[in-house]
């Protein structure tokens, strides 16, 4: 889900006077409260009078973001700022095992049955594939209903992860649930959860998939990224609440998939054909499934797509080799394989009901 708010005007341009008054206020207490900059931030705040420090310009870019059920792909024109972090620092620590620290800032306008779920979700998740101090440091959440203005300065509304305050050693990790998914008790409303922490595990396992996008060699391959991301998402949702949320909401493959999967490369080419990843998924599963035709268990298809081809740090100008020497077929022969599907959607190729992601991971 990407999208940006329309605020509404606060009035004051009609109060010229007024304006100049707050601007040389706000203006003193910057430098009053300067000193206090390095003071860190408070873990599990909930209270909405205590927001976060405000992020740079140049921090409002998605790096990877999460679409909502209705809404086609998009990305985010925050992508623009990318370049403005090419030589942004950021731990590069292969064989680090020190845990990543979490920093959580959940908004009191989430229900407690959220927050209660939210701390199971990531309890869950930190087991299954912990998050290791290996190419950033620390992730900071920022969570709230969408049926209140933004809460936090500075971040912006949405589902994705981004960089903390210029600092690109901290993961932003952001949630504006939808009020109608709490409402209606849409499994998205936890799924998301799911989805965007698992960009958190890739993004600790290479160190090229940190970089901005527009960086040359960064790694943004999108099917790659947001197609494996949208398998454990289903996955869990599947494996924890007996939800089939693969076949109920990301089930729509485009037919561009059997004659022009390239499009699924891009976040720019595949708008429109992608809707809630359900095209990227679907790449993901044939891969599995084509793996399992070549003599690998489920479970080792699977180990390879999620977690071995990105640890392998496939970067723009290394994905298409490393596939090829991951997978043993070049990426022109797995496209070449998909007309084979015709006629299919991801309900017909899903994972078996006894795989589990511990069995995976």
């Known amino acids: 889900m990407a999208y940006k708010k329309t605020k509404t005007t606060n009035g004051l341009n009609r ?5 100049y008054l707050l601007v040389i206020g706000l203006l003193f207490l910057i430098s009053a409260c300067a000193v206090e900059s390095n003071i860190e931030s408070v873990v599990n705040t909930s209270n909405e009078n205590n927001p976060t420090p405000s992020a740079t310009a140049e921090d409002q870019y998605q790096k990877y973001d999460d679409d909502d059920n209705e809404h086609d792909d ?7 700022h990318d370049d403005q972090h090419n030589d942004a620092y950021f731990p590069d620590d292969p064989n680090n095992t020190t845990p990543v620290t979490f920093t959580e800032n959940v908004h ?63 993961k932003k990790f952001v949630m504006e649930i939808p009020n109608r998914e709490l409402i209606e008790n849409g499994f998205h409303r936890y799924s998301v959860i799911v989805h965007e922490y698992f960009h ?15 960086a040359p060699t960064s790694f943004d391959t999108k099917w790659l990224i947001e197609g494996p991301a949208a398998v454990v998402e289903g996955m869990y949702t599947k494996q924890y609440y007996g939800n089939n949320y693969t076949v109920e909401s ?17 976040h720019d080419t595949s708008m429109g054909i992608d809707e809630n990843y359900s095209s990227s998924i679907f790449l ?21 797509i999620l977690r071995d081809y990105m640890a392998s740090n496939p970067n723009k100008d290394t994905w298409k080799t490393l596939f090829t020497e991951m997978f043993n077929m070049t990426l022109d022969e797995f496209y070449a394989k998909l007309p084979n599907y015709s006629g299919q959607k991801n309900a017909d190729i899903l994972p078996t009901a006894t795989l589990k992601l511990e069995d995976i991971f």
């Open 284 to 304: 993901v599963l044939v891969l599995a499934k084509e793996l399992q035709n070549s003599g690998l268990t489920e479970a080792e298809s699977f180990q390879l």
């Open 15 to 19: 109060f010229p006077k007024v304006k």
């Open 250 to 266: 990301q089930n729509r493959v485009h037919p561009d998939v059997f004659t022009s999967p390239t499009k699924l490369e891009s």
């Open 74 to 80: 998009q990305h985010d024109d925050d992508n623009e």
């Open 108 to 170: 009191s306008s989430l229900p407690e049955a959220w927050v209660t779920e939210y701390n199971t979700i990531k309890e869950n998740l930190l087991t299954i594939f912990p998050l290791y101090q290996k190419y950033y440091s620390g992730v900071v959440v920022y969570a709230w209903n969408d049926n209140v203005d933004d809460p936090y300065s500075g971040v912006q509304g949405g589902a994705y992860i981004s960089i903390e305050n210029g600092d690109a050693s901290l």
């Open 200 to 214: 958190c595990y890739q993004l600790s396992l290479n160190p090229h998939a940190n970089k901005p996008n527009a």
